[in-house]
């Protein structure tokens, strides 16, 4: 594969470690949250995680290293998040079925005066009610936060997924 | 799914932000100690990651969202932990198999007189010798922690599991 | 399963618990960067992780219980690294495939003289082109770090894995 060449393309880090350690740890914070509330189904919290003119895209790795980053999932503001997930919560038409993240490390990027750049690798695991859990989507969040009233808001998060999606999987938010 | 009203429902975290952090990296210490010892099988050494009359438990998140915690596991005080682990390693009826567990990130959620409460997700990783390597369990401790002589020692470890388990796979602690 | 008596077994951790810390921050910073890079494709990059004698070794957790630590991968110093990347980077003959790391959280086991010991568990991840994502290899990083200029750099790293391999797949550095 030849070296990316679009905007989520790897940028080494340029920010001082301790700095880095305390970002980390702040972006941990932020995340624990962000997932337990999408794991408790709690859709209609989802959209306050965001500022209210953030970017939420869900986009293939391969779309992206084309320097094409559509995807089936794109969400721009708060109000347009806050309409999909209550459209989501009612018409839910799944299977009953537990979602489980599990977060890898997160790589700080760097920090400046319009936000901190982040990426974080995650696994979203599925489970059927009796069933054995799968391996759902292995993607990375691509963040950019920004700093509201002394804590973490997203400004954009784009979920870059490695694994093929259906389209009628994508209406969940991750 | 509605929102669970038990007691392993969702709380906000109501800890400071750079506690949070220290608290983390704590238990992130404990648990890598802990997770050691369970991948290299060396049962006998588990129960003393708690403390004298610590309760453990594994539950599955069906029964723990129906707020009937009930298990297959439940071990009250170490000495119960002590016995099982003694007769599990006696009695070792599997085939080889090596285990590994993954850790998510800790999510903090308060702490109080009465201890530390977090969760920290994982996912168990089982792999049979000359075989492929398969999800065992996704599943998230849910824990209260004390300190004793200045080092954390969990008082209360319930292992709620997402993924179906059978029973006789069960005797093993997580 | 017998405790392991050789090289890589258990040994309890020795370090202070707020040196821990900013040790485990340091590392996850160093393992981001390592993964971001060899999860782009990036092999000819891989080498500057290591000094310039670094060890670099995979092997399977059965051969290393055994105290056999041979592997299928063995190199010796960073220009022994760096002719297998170009020999990797211009024979590619794998189908197109997606690669992604999920760190699980790093031991830190001992700071001395000679080094930092620390283990990091981890998920490496496989996409195939429009298929499912897989769980490619489950594994350990066994890792003794220098300090060179105030960064860190890997003067020996064993990937032990549990999971069974195949010999071409093996020339891939985890």
């Known amino acids: 594969m030849n070296p990316p060449v679009n905007a989520f393309a790897h940028h080494p880090g340029t920010v001082p470690a301790a700095r880095i350690a ?4 702040e ?21 306050l995680f965001f500022t209210e003119d953030a970017l939420y895209r869900i986009s293939s790795r391969e779309n992206t290293d084309l320097n094409m980053p559509v995807g089936l999932v794109y969400c721009e503001g708060r109000a347009m998040m806050h309409d999909r997930a209550v459209a989501i919560s009612r018409t839910q038409m799944f299977a009953p079925r537990y979602m489980m993240h599990i977060l890898g490390t997160t790589r700080v990027e760097s ?26 989507l292995a993607a990375c969040y691509h963040d950019r ?27 969940h938010p991750a």
Chains 1, 2, 3 share one sequence.
Request: glycine share 6%.
């Open 27 to 47: 972006i941990a914070t932020f995340n624990t949250e962000y997932c337990a509330v999408l794991d408790r189904g709690d859709l209609e919290t989802w959209p």
């Open 145 to 171: 936060f920004v700093r509201v009233d002394g804590r973490l808001l997203l400004a954009a998060r784009t979920v870059i997924h490695d694994t093929e999606i259906l389209a009628n999987d994508l209406v």
């Open 22 to 25: 305390a970002l980390r740890e």
């Open 111 to 136: 920090e400046a005066a319009d936000g901190i750049v982040a990426q974080t690798p995650f696994l979203l695991i599925q489970t059927l009610v009796e069933g054995p859990s799968t391996l759902h």
